[in-house]
Each structure stands twice: as C-alpha cells, then as structure tokens.
C-alpha cells in the first residue's frame, strides 16, 4: 500500500522558511544590534594558566581616551560566582565541594585566558588600547595541564588548598557481579586511549548586550543562547534579584552545539556595567577568545576491559575513566561523563558493569556538554572495545555485534547501567548499512588500493543513544487579526530548522500553509518559561507539544466558525486557512473567525506533552577509508549511515542534521584536537593550528532511516541532533585502524588520526 506524504504535515520533505533571510544577508543575530548610545567592552584575560596577579594601577586606563569605566574583580565582588548545576553523589554518599567561576578574578588565575578586568570605550579599538595600559603583575606557577597525569604526585595542584586534582568520583555498576565475571571468562580483551579534546567553533562567536531600565528596575539582556529562560535563571542568581528583573532575548543565533546553553561572565559583566553607566553596554568575543574561553568538550584517559565466553559473548564490562573538568566546575560539567557511562553497554547485552569515573582539575578552559554530552565517548570507548574483541577472538566486526545484540523480544530492556529501552531491532540497520556500503565486497576494492601502493580499510559502529530526555516543553498557538498563526514555545533554534519543523506540526492540525505559521522564542517576556534546546529534546518534546496546541486551536476555530456559519462544530472542516461547513461552499477565513472572536482566550490553543523516559536512537554507520602510507593522509572514500529515529518529521532537516553530526564526528577522528603545553598554554588557538574538517574531508554520505517508533513518545519520534557525531567517530576511527591492522598489524592509534600521527605509526611498525 502507498502512502501519500502530506504537503505540510509529518514527513514531508519541506524546504526550510527560515533560509531566505539567511541567504540573503536579512538574519539579525547579537553583533548586528546596536541600540542607541550603545558602548563596547573589552575584558583583559590572565597570560598565565596558574598564579597570583596583582593590580597595581587603573589610574592610565581610566582616564585613557574614549574610556567610561573599568572594573576589576574587587568591583564585582558584589556578584555572586557562576556555580554549577552541583556534583553527582560519590560512592560513599557525598558530594565534593564545587570550584566555581568568578565573574573576575580577585588574586589568582587558572586557565589562560581567565578574566582579570573589563574596560568600557565608545568602541572595542579604544577599550582594547585602555585594557594595556592597566599595570598588573603576574605570579606565574607551575600548571596542571594534562588530564593523564592530572593525579600524579609531582603534578602541581590546581586548587592547593584542596590537597588534591581530584574534583569528584563516581561508580555505577555491581563490582562484585562484575569480578566473577571477570573470573570466569574464557577470554579478556583490554584496550586504552585519550579521547581527545575538542573546541566547537561554532559560526557566530558569542556576544552579548547589556541594559538597564531604571524606571523599571530591571535588567535586558540580549544575546546568543540556546535557550532564554535557564540564563535568566542563573543570572538572576547572579545578581541576586528575582528572575522577573531580567529580560533575556535571543536573536538569530549561529551555531550552538551545547556550549551556548551555558552562562559566561561576560554576560554578567555587560549587565553590570550597564547598570553602573546607565547606557547600553556591548562585548563582542573574536575568534581568539572562543578558543580561549568557551566551554570546551570531550577530554577523557579511559581504560577498558571486556569479558567474554568462549564463543565471544560478552559477559563483563570494566571501566576505569579520568574525566578532565578543567579549572573550574562549569556548569554542568560533572554530568556529562556520569551521563556518558550510563550508555556504557550500548546496543549489547552485557550482564555486568563496573564503571568508574574520576573528575580531575587542570589549569585549562573547562570542559563541559559538547553535541552529544557524554553520549559520543562512551559510543567511541564501547565500539572501539568491540572491534578489539573481534580481533583478539578472530570473528568479523558484524558477527561478534550480531552475537551480542540485544534481541527485539528482550524490549522492553533494562540495562546493567539502569536505562530502559523501549524498542529496537538492531540488526536490521546493521544488515541495510552492510548491504549499502558493499561491506562484503571489500577485498575487491582493497586489492585495487594495494595496486595503487596505498592501504585501505572498512569500519562501523552500532550505536545507541539517550535523547530527549523525560521532561516537557509547552507551547501555545494563537490566530492573528491577518488569518496567521503564530506559535510560542520555550526551545531556542540555533541552526536546526525550528521554524520549518514546528510549522509542519501546526499545519497539519489547521489545515495552513507553513509559510502563514510564525515562530517566537527567545524572549523571556513572551513566554513564562522554557527548557531550551539541548539532547535533541526540541522537537520529539515541543513538537508533541506545538501539534496538541494546534489541536486545542482547531477545536476552538470550528467553534467560532460555527456560530457564525450556524452550524453544528462538527461540521465544520479546516482547510486552506479557512473553516467552511462540509459539503458545501459556505466558509469564513482564518481572518474573519479571528473578527468574530468574543475573547482572546478563544484565539490561542494551548500544549503540553510530558515524556516520562528518554527516547533512544540507534543506528549503524559503516566508513571505508584509502590510506597513503608514504604521507600518512587518510581520504575517506565512502560513508553509509542506516538510522532508527522513530518516525521522521522531514527527511531534508534530518539529513541535515545528520550530514552535520557526521562531518564533527569525523573532525574528532582524523583532524581536531585542542592542545596544551606543559605551561598551560593553548597551542591550537586559531584555524591555523586547530585542524577543523573542510568540504573535502566527506565524500557524499548516503543515508537512510529503518524506522522503529518509539512506545516512550506519543509521536513515535526520537532524537536526531546529536546521533551523526555519536555514530561517526568510532566509525571513522575502527576504518583508519582496520587499514593499519591489516597492513602493519597495527591494533591502536590516538585520535585525532593525523597524517603525521599515522605516518609515525606505519614508520614504527616497519622498524
């Protein structure tokens, strides 16, 4: 039987609304707002990544040309530190003590790049020049700056008084279940390895501006976010008022990918300095300062252990991680390892865990959600670990996941590490990427490759992962005087197609063109409250949410219509942006019922969707990749994604947001990586050292969905934002290592996979 794909509604294929401002110059993010009588800031960072500073004098910036204040930490002390959300519960039943970002630094530095000062300017050029001329000296001490040796005895302490660089601890798992496990097996497989660290480098550098309403007596803060209402939280705590003094506004935002969910001192900065000025106060971060300053993600020394039975069962997983934090405990920093292990056992049906964490500080930025939050390591650490047993017991990389599998009759399944799936049908996506990449037909291509004097390798990785995690997220309709909709909901789009995705819900309901569907988020006035956008919650939660509020509007629609047509509301159809009676060519539009309204109320349809558990997308993703062992440089030649997101909303937003996981996904695997010298200072502070993947780096991806909807969500959907990165990086990396293994028998190479780096891998395994 075909099925007719809707115009609008549920799994049309709708081009986004949001693209032609885009495209033609007309989006409007923070850096292009400039209210009147607006002034810049700029704020003088520490040099140093560990020591005590001194400021000896102001006197020269403060009186320096165009300059209308400066503040230091002891002119902020007033301000409360930006804490984060608190420390996950240890083993013995404590929480450790937090470290928390100071909105300036008073006498000590952390991390280079930490922030000492800020100067106020008529422009950014002027409070830059001023920023030099405060006299400050630096104290510099020995840093913390590796997360492997985070915890060594000669290692310098990031908080002295502390008395360690362990931040915090955490187990999850049966430890004794897990050592007679160990006991037991026929065969245990161990591997160890960096995950490395990554900056996001989204588009559009934050920025941010700040006002001061005094009649009011409120705050307006305007910049880029991924979601309003959870800035205005925190920063009402900031600032010690209640939330309802602060207005926060986003505009347009370029790129998010989790770190713009958080609250940055600047932010708290051009607020408070607006209030002392009483003029609207503006700060710009350049490229340099994102490298510097914004949360960055990943960082993880991990060591594995797999347990199997004679037949390559896996009985067993042991876990030890060290989680970097950075300097500071940002804000939800600590989560998201804790949030990583509890997918520990992935699509498999591992019996036992033993996970174990240490959260550690060094003198670095810190470290916290990056797309995926924890979810992306522990699909690299577990699908790693499963090529390595294939290896060592001889099976194929699909044979030994099609033994393990968690079966489709197990669902529901709760897992070792106290997750409930609700469906999947694992290897039915395994057995379509298999067919789709050619998997079986590799040796063909490979023997071509080795005429060619290069090496060539195939890899995948099946994962699964936790999204759209229980919770909700309102929204409300309302029909217009002109006969348009406009929706109101509390996520915050930063790239994905918002506007598109959540009118195709609307439209479907009233029966309306998308384009008549407006969208707002992004103001905290507009809308009491909102969980933003993060774990890929926006539309399985608000699109559940935005379609009920169509419904509850449609109600009221025919309502209105049939009052006025004198008919009975169940004859009365939507259709075309009108209600007419059915049958006949009696009708009134969307404008006139908006007319004829007797309340407001009448006009606004009103939803909410709670979900009680997370959804879990799955998938499998298989990389095929050509290696030149005489320059070391990794080409990948093909890549096949098969999917399970429950039911699709639009197949074009979804590749696109798959296309984009992919290419991050793959950036980790071959070519980023933030480093840092022994003396706490960031070597890949610009493009030019940071290797960010480019349009070359992906042949054309081919991908498709195999659909299990899920039982969690009243849609069937599950979240797609983050499953590219989660699928690709072990993909990737299992392909560059096949290519090695069956070269050199090379079994491990660190991320990111460079030419160099594996060039110096293929030399060592030669000599």
Known sequence: MTIATPKFGMGASVLRLEDRAFITGAGRYTDDIHPDGVLHCYILRSPVANGAF????TEAARTAPGVHLVLTGEDVAHLRSLRSGGMPKQADGTRAPTRDIPILCRDRVHYVGDAVALVVADSRELAQDAAELIEIDFDSDDAAAATATALDDDTPLVWPELKTNEAFTYHLGDKTKAKAAFAKAAKVTRIAFTNNRLICNYMEPR????????????????????????????LAGVFGIDAKQLRVITPDVGGGFGPKSFVYREYALVMEAARKLGKPVKWTGDRTEHFLTDAQGRDNVVEAAM??????????LD?????????????????????????????????????????????????????????????????????????????????IRRRNFIRPEQFPYR?????????????????????????????????????????????????????????????????NGDGTITLFIGTQTNGQGHATAYAQFVAEKLNIDIDRIKLRQG???????????????????GGVSAAR???????????????????????????????????????????????????????????????????????????????????GETHVTAYTIVDDFGVTVNPILLA??????????????????????????????????????RADSLPSLAFETRNVPSTTNALGMKGAGEAGTIGATPAVLNAVTDALYRAYGIDHIEMPATPRRVWEAIQAAQE
């Open 307 to 316: 347990a199997m039975d004679k037949d390559g069962r896996f009985l067993a």
């Open 415 to 479: 897992t070792a590490t106290g997750r409930l799936y609700d469906v999947g049908e694992f290897d039915g996506h395994l057995e379509a990427a298999l067919k789709n990449s050619g998997w079986h037909d590799f040796e063909k291509r490979l023997k071509a490759s080795q005429k060619h004097g290069k090496i060539r390798g195939i890899g995948l990785a099946t994962y699964v992962e936790a999204c759209a995690f229980a919770g909700s997220e309102p929204a409300h309709v309302q029909l």
């Open 319 to 399: 876990v030890n991680l060290i989680a970097n934090m950075g300097a500071y405990i940002h804000q939800y920093g600590p989560y998201i390892p804790v949030i990583g292990v509890s997918m520990s056992t992935g699509v498999y049906d591992i019996p036992a865990i033993d996970v174990n964490i240490t959260g550690v500080y060094t003198n670095t930025c810190p470290v916290d959600a990056y797309r995926g939050a924890g979810r992306p390591e522990a699909a690299l650490l577990l699908e790693k670990l499963v090529d390595a047993c294939a290896r060592e017991m001889k099976m194929a990389p699909d044979e």
């Open 549 to 631: 509020a169509g419904e509850d509007l449609a109600v009221k629609l025919k309502a209105i219509a049939a009052d006025e047509l004198e008919a009975s509301p169940a004859d009365i159809e939507l259709a075309d942006g009108s209600a007419r009676i059915v049958g006949t060519d009696r009708s009134m539009d969307f404008a006139a019922i908006a007319k004829a309204a007797k309340s407001p109320d009448d006009l606004k349809g009103v939803g909410e969707f709670v979900q009680n558990e997370a959804t879990y997308p799955n998938g499998t993703h298989v990389c095929e990749v050509e290696i030149d062992p005489e320059t």
């Open 207 to 234: 920025a941010a501006i700040g006002e001061w309403n005094a009649d009011e007596n409120r705050f307006v803060l305007t910049t880029g976010t991924q979601g309003v209402h959870g800035v205005q939280k925190v």
């Open 656 to 693: 696109g947001q798959v296309h984009g996981g992919v290419a991050q996904g793959l950036g980790q695997a071959l070519t980023e990586g933030a480093i840092y010298s022994e003396d706490g200072q960031l070597l890949t502070a610009s493009f030019m050292d940071y290797g960010m993947p």
């Open 54 to 57: 001194r400021i000896t004098s």
């Open 523 to 541: 103001d905290t006035d507009e809308l009491k409250d909102g969980g933003g956008t993060g774990g890929s919650r926006s539309i399985p939660l």
